[in-house]
């Protein structure tokens, strides 16, 4: 045991380098994917265009239903086929927006059904532009409604990072897989990365529920 924690203390600064970047993955991925999820989210609610609705809707879905291991592999094996090369950290940034935002969308579109009619109808009624009640009204409600969902969906994220690996990024299972490589301790080194995985989703977790409990109306 004493020997199990002495490795364990030995290989906790490459692993914390790993766990910065997955959680750099996370932020970044999250930062492109919930803006554009919000607005995909709220056009595809409110359009009265039902071909755009519909085209909308099957951007979403292929969003939601392509892996996200695909996805990665579709764009950094894929797109050099036809002249477009991304860095691994970009293709991953790529893959994981477009799945955030199919994802994020639908958490929004449930959100924004939260809001009241009446409150669409005053800007309206008040010659209020659509931008603008975005912006203003709806957006800021979404997002205080959602947020607790957000979250949760933030931890997930973060253990989907863990897919970098296959593009030899080096986040937290790269970092151990190398660690594993060269000490051959795999068991071992897969066990205090699983534990610095489930303490970040377990954080955000509870986050997510205090959270849940505080923006209740």
């Known amino acids: 045991m004493s020997d199990f924690l002495a490795d364990a203390v030995s290989w906790l600064p490459d692993l914390l380098r790993g766990l910065g970047h997955s959680l750099w993955l996370t932020f970044v991925s999250l930062l492109l994917g919930l803006p554009l999820g919000l607005v995909l989210g709220y056009v595809t609610e409110r359009t009265t265009s039902r071909p755009l609705r519909w085209l909308l809707v099957a951007v979403i879905e292929l969003a939601r239903g392509l892996p996200a291991l695909v996805v990665l592999y579709l ?64 957006a800021p409600q979404a997002l205080r409604i959602s947020t607790p969902s957000l979250v949760g969906y933030a931890a997930i994220v973060f253990q989907s990072t863990s897919l970098a690996v296959a593009v030899a990024e080096p986040e937290l299972l790269n970092a151990a897989y190398n660690i594993g490589s060269i000490t051959f301790q795999y068991l071992q080194v897969f066990i205090v990365a699983g534990a610095l995985y489930a303490v970040v989703v377990i954080a955000a977790s509870r986050f997510a529920g205090w959270l849940a409990t505080r923006t209740q109306y």
């Open 75 to 138: 764009i950094y094996y894929g797109l050099p086929s036809v002249e477009v090369v991304l860095s691994a950290f970009w293709s991953i940034i790529a893959a994981f927006t477009f799945s955030n935002a199919g994802y994020v969308s639908e958490i929004v579109r449930g959100a924004i059904r939260g809001i009241p009619a009446g409150q669409l109808e005053a800007c309206q009624a008040l010659g209020i532009g659509r931008a603008r009640t975005f912006a203003s009204v709806i």
